[in-house]
């Protein structure tokens, strides 16, 4: 059963960082792709980030100034994201999910599957 | 960047009304649009993909049209637990923007 298995919930102080993890359930982790998503309360989901978990490329949103960094450990089977400088304003559920690449040729970048989310709240 | 605007932002609507939300790209993602729905407390699921392409498992009142800029998601007899938050999402290049959502309610 494919599953992607995020850390659990963090509570960290203005100007600190966090980091999650997103372990890969029942495939290998290098096949596809993982992205990074947040959903502040009440708010639409915001995309973060991705990295191809094969070769550790990365793209990130130019609305996070450079503060979130992606990466993976392939022999762990689990992708990080971490993001520094963290305001009230971070304070989400953030989610990690597959996109399936190219198949058979085809892009297909959607989200087949997600984590089930970690709590991050950002508090004085 | 291109922008993903969805109307209506919320609507209300019978137990087995015809629902259409609408989804409009800020320039031309061929099919590149995917469908999800999100219920009260919960994790994304997606719906459609190739902005016309059903994921498997989900129900057939789901159905997906456009191409281009303009896209829509129908749900042909609105179900109690349809009730949700829809998205829609370019995939075809970053940013993977995600709409403002649309909030399904039952009247």
């Known amino acids: 059963q494919v599953q992607l298995v995020q850390s659990g919930a963090e509570v960290k102080k203005p100007g600190a960082s966090v980091k999650i993890s997103c372990r890969a359930s029942g495939y290998s982790l290098t096949n596809y792709g993982i992205h990074w998503v947040r959903q502040a309360p009440g708010q639409r989901l915001e995309w973060m980030g991705w990295?191809?978990?094969?070769?550790?490329?990365?793209k990130s949103s130019p609305k996070l100034q450079g503060r979130v960094t992606i990466t993976r450990v392939a022999s762990a089977n689990t992708a990080y994201m971490e993001l520094s400088s963290l305001r009230s304003e971070d304070t989400a559920v953030y989610y990690c999910?597959?996109?399936?690449?190219?198949?058979?040729?085809?892009?297909?970048?959607?989200?087949?599957?997600w984590g089930q989310g970690t709590l991050v709240t950002v508090s004085s | 960047d291109i922008q993903m605007t969805q109307s209506p932002s919320s609507l209300s609507a019978s137990v087995g009304d015809r629902v259409t939300i609408t989804c409009r790209a800020s320039q031309g993602i061929t099919n590149y649009l995917a469908w999800y729905q999100q219920k009260p407390g919960k994790v994304p699921k997606l719906l459609i993909y190739a902005a016309s392409t059903l994921q498997s498992g989900v129900p057939s009142r789901f159905s997906g049209s456009g191409s281009g800029t303009d896209f829509t998601l129908t749900i042909s007899s609105l179900q109690p637990e349809d009730v949700a938050t829809y998205y829609c999402q370019k995939y075809n290049s970053a940013p993977w923007t995600f709409g403002q959502g649309t909030k399904v309610e039952i009247k």
């Open positions: 999910a597959r996109d399936l690449g190219k198949v058979r040729g085809v892009i297909s970048y959607y989200f087949d599957c």
């Open positions: 990295i191809n978990t094969g070769n550790g490329d990365t």
